[in-house]
């Protein structure tokens, strides 16, 4: 799994990310969504719906819960 580095500044944190992970060359901003200590960046504007119409979710993904 690649691996980044966070650097703290007085009021920031700057992620730098390997070429690998980089963001394509128009991406500007994002968006973070914060889950406990985890931190998911996505392409500002971009939303679930792409992940969902993507490959990787089957038809019967979150069909039942406890």
Known sequence: MPQGSVFHSQR??????????????????????????????IPEGNSWDEWFDGQDATADFFNTRD
């Open 12 to 41: 920031h944190q700057t992620i730098r990310l390997p070429r690998e992970s980089a963001f394509l060359n128009g991406v500007k901003r994002i968006e973070i969504i914060s889950i406990g200590e985890t931190r998911i960046l």
